[in-house]
């Protein structure tokens, strides 16, 4: 006989909590005005698709919380819960990140400064790999710059600076 799996309520209360955070994004979406667009896509596309992201996200979280909590979540007695990352360390690496961006985004472009938060943010995380951060902060950055330029018409930093 299988024993019952334990509801997780602080668990459950997470993921009702990115529920209600995109039942607010859609009600934002649902009041952008029809004819209120960009370029492509209308103003409510953006807010629709994040939201349905984000309710699914909400809708697992609390399946895992009502099926016997989180899955990956280590033990708070397993000892690898105090090896995580992070610590005055770490906030200083994420810190720096976004200092670096504000003064090198006019300079070395958005993709390339957006590229660099990620990897001194994963740095922050414990990563020790930076060539790799930095090439996945860039693939990361390249489809969010397009969507914002072509798609929204908003005016971003030039992808890369033409001096480098």
Avoid at 1 to 9: C, N, Q, S
Wanted: net charge positive; charged share 10%; with cysteine.
């Amino acid at each position: 006989m299988a024993t019952p799996r334990k509801i997780v309520p602080v668990q459950l209360a997470i993921g009702a909590g990115v529920i209600a955070i995109s039942a607010v994004l859609a009600i934002g979406a649902f009041r952008f005005p029809a004819e209120m667009g960009f370029v492509i896509l209308g103003a409510h596309v953006y807010p629709y698709a994040l939201a349905a992201f984000l309710g699914a996200v909400g809708l697992l979280l609390s399946y895992q919380a009502l099926t016997g909590g989180f899955r990956e979540l280590a033990d708070h007695e397993d000892e690898s819960a105090q090896a995580l990352p992070g610590g005055k360390l770490g906030a200083a690496w994420v810190t720096g990140g976004l200092v670096a961006v504000a003064v090198l985004i006019n300079l070395i472009g958005f993709v390339l400064a957006a590229g660099l938060l990620f990897a001194c943010s994963a740095r922050g995380f414990g990563s020790r790999r930076p060539v790799r951060d930095l090439a996945i902060g860039i693939a990361l950055t390249l489809p969010i710059y397009w969507l914002f330029n072509a798609g929204l018409g908003v005016s971003l930093p030039p992808l890369i600076n033409t001096w480098i």
